[in-house]
Every structure is written in structure tokens, then in C-alpha cells.
């Protein structure tokens, strides 16, 4: 990910929570903040309940790389958290992308593409 960097710490985690914009699917919820940042920052979040820990690290690099192919469509200067839902876990990689797109174009952070 060229221009972005990991969320890491609690606080900016629960500032999100509270006051970012979010956005709910069957297999992903997105909260997303402006920020005064060049980049942008993310975080993803897997619960325990989605499953064991095989199951949660598969579920976070589809996310990860769902964010990571569609980078240059999100606008710069934002925080994002990725939370993935339970059924996250039986998503295959184009439902976790397509339901990645739809959020952010829904939150209205994504660009829009010139075809």
C-alpha cells in the first residue's frame, strides 16, 4: 500500500468509532474521518467471533488486499477502519471488494472513475 499507513493505536481506533461517518454491508462496516494527513490511514478490525485464528487472518488479508487493488480510488487524507462481520467468513475475495467499493462510495470517499 503506497500511501497508506496502518492504524495502530487505540485512541485513534475509539475516535473513529465515535465520530467518523460509517456504513454497514452483510460482511463489512466502514467508519471513515477526514483528517488533515497527506495520506491516508487504515485499520481492519476481525472479530473473534467471525472465528479462530486461521479463519480471522484469512478474512483480514482479503480485506487488505481488497483495499490494497482499489488504493487509488479512495481520496487522500482520510482514516478508515474495516470492520469485518461473521459473515465475512464464508465471503468469497470479489464479495469482500465489491461490498469494500459500495461502502466507500456510499460514505462518498471513493473517486469517482473516468471511463
Request: glycine share 6%.
Amino acid at each position: 500500500m503506497k500511501n497508506t499507513v496502518s492504524l495502530k493505536l487505540n485512541r485513534d481506533f475509539r475516535n473513529l468509532y465515535r465520530r467518523g461517518k460509517s456504513s454497514v454491508s452483510p460482511y463489512l462496516a466502514l467508519y471513515a474521518r477526514k483528517t488533515k494527513n497527506a495520506g491516508n490511514r487504515v485499520g481492519i478490525t476481525v472479530s473473534t467471533k467471525v472465528g479462530h485464528a486461521v479463519v480471522r487472518n484469512r478474512v483480514r488479508r482479503r480485506i487488505r488486499e481488497a483495499y490494497r487493488l482499489n488504493e487509488e480510488l479512495f481520496l487522500s487524507g482520510l482514516d478508515v477502519v474495516i470492520v469485518a462481520r461473521v459473515r465475512a467468513r464464508d465471503a468469497s475475495f470479489a464479495e469482500i471488494e465489491k461490498s469494500l467499493c459500495s461502502l466507500a462510495r456510499g460514505l462518498g470517499i471513493l473517486r469517482e472513475v473516468q471511463e
